[in-house]
């Protein structure tokens, strides 16, 4: 059974830092891509960022470009987002989930249960 | 970035009755070299994660009511839930996967 669980949310002031991790078990981790997806209190779903199996491609949103980075260590089955130059408006639910494929461009077909991130002073 | 645009924003249906979802993107997301819509319609119930329902517009994920059924191509897409039950109340969102920067629509609410 794929499980993804996500760690790392919590309050932190504008202009600060958070680094997300997300332990996934259950599947070959290195065989699929991964994504980052944010929802806002009572908003609906932003994507926020994505890396394929191999690490080699990587997108994010214009949201974000520049401010967070997303990596994985399949050595730790784990997958992070550090986030930094948060701002008021990157405040959300972070949720990890596992794509159908390994080089992008699918839908996700796991998700974890979320990490909440509050950016206020 | 190619914006989904979803209709209508909330929907109230009675049990036993037909459920219908549109979906519009900006830009054709068919990719003809392997004859695949990349749209997904996802389940969220309130303070869970979303739900996989539907991936390349039609193939319903496994484990999913076969009442729930997805159609369209090319930049118009619907999904069906044709007789609805009570566990489906819930916000349901369509996405593209076909750019490299994935968008969603806005969400639709549906109730009894």
């Known amino acids: 059974e794929v499980n993804l669980l996500e760690s790392g949310g919590g309050l932190v002031q504008p202009g600060g830092s958070l680094r997300l991790s997300c332990a996934a078990s259950g599947f070959s981790f290195r065989k699929y891509a991964m994504t980052w997806v944010r929802q806002a209190p009572g908003k609906g779903l932003e994507w926020v960022s994505g890396?394929?199996?191999?690490?080699?491609?990587?997108n994010y949103a214009d949201s974000v470009k520049g401010r967070f980075t997303i990596s994985r260590d399949i050595s730790k089955n784990t997958l992070f987002l550090q986030m930094d130059s948060l701002r008021a408006d990157d405040t959300a639910v972070y949720y990890c989930?596992?794509?159908?494929?390994?080089?992008?461009?699918?839908?996700?077909?796991?998700w974890g249960q979320g990490t909440l991130v509050t950016v206020s002073s | 970035d190619i914006v989904m645009t979803q209709s209508p924003d909330s929907l109230a249906v009675s049990l036993g009755e037909r459920a219908t979802i549109n979906c519009k993107s900006s830009?054709?997301?068919?990719?003809?070299?392997?004859?695949?819509?990349?749209l997904a319609w996802y389940q969220q119930k309130p303070g869970q994660p979303p739900m996989l329902l539907i991936y390349?517009?039609?193939t319903r994920e496994s484990g999913v009511p076969d009442r729930f059924s997805g159609s369209g191509s090319g930049t118009d897409f619907t999904l069906t839930i044709s007789s609805l039950q009570a566990e489906d109340v819930a916000v349901y969102y369509c996405q593209q996967y076909y750019s490299n920067s994935y968008t969603f629509g806005q969400g639709t609410r549906l109730e009894i």
């Open positions: 989930a596992k794509e159908l494929g390994r080089d992008g461009y699918e839908a996700f077909d796991s």
């Open positions: 390349w517009a039609s």
């Open positions: 890396i394929s199996g191999s690490g080699g491609s990587i």
């Open positions: 830009q054709n997301i068919f990719y003809s070299p392997n004859n695949k819509n990349y």
